[in-house]
């Protein structure tokens, strides 16, 4: 049987504390580097279960009617308690498991998507945990491979796109 749902990486910017800014500012003096202004680090939210020792990104089933990306908004909504604005596609999952001696072959397509609002106390009860992780840290935390490697692509997506924003700003 096939089934699919959709989820995504939900990421915040945090701002750089002085001290690493000035860092990156004599690396840029010093030619190391280009100088990020107002560069920060990415942060991501997870979502856990702490019975089964899973970490995973949100994600879930379609409602009748829903396109892939209403699906993703809604579940990450839902699992999480985050407002979030859907960014880009990211890429999708696939893989097999049986239940009840049906197997279903799952595809889950990930979206970048933005928090905006809300706030992780709001999740639902299908998680009992909901944090945010530096990107390197989540990866480490990740409970399945193939959502490091989402999240690595999702992680190369935001820096293309926020570089455009940052040239879109420009003069």
């Not at 860092?23 to 990020?36: D, F, K, M, S």
């Not at 856990?48 to 994600?59: C, D």
């Not at 595809?107 to 945990?129: N, P």
């Not at 992780?133 to 997506?157: G, S």
Request: glycine share 8%; aromatic share 10%; hydrophobic share 35%.
């Amino acid at each position: 049987m096939r089934a699919y749902s959709a989820g995504g990486v939900v990421f915040r910017l945090v701002p750089m504390r002085a001290s690493e800014q000035l860092l990156l500012q004599h690396e840029a003096y010093a030619g190391e580097h280009e100088q990020a202004e107002g560069a920060g680090s990415m942060e991501v939210v997870l979502v856990g279960r702490s019975h089964a020792g899973i970490w995973a990104l949100p994600k879930g089933t379609p409602q009748p009617g829903e396109t892939a990306e209403q699906v993703a908004v809604r579940e990450v909504r839902e699992e999480t308690g985050l407002e979030v604005r859907l960014i880009t596609y990211v890429g999708s999952i696939s893989y097999s498991f049986v239940r009840d001696q049906v197997r279903y072959h799952k595809q889950v397509r990930h979206f970048l998507l933005e928090a905006v609002g809300g706030d992780t106390s709001f999740h639902d009860c299908e998680y009992d945990m909901v944090e945010w992780f530096p990107l390197h840290e989540a990866c480490r935390r990740l409970t399945y491979q193939n959502e490091v490697h989402i999240l690595y692509q999702a992680e190369e997506m935001l820096s293309r796109w926020l570089q455009y924003q940052r040239k879109e700003r420009q003069p």
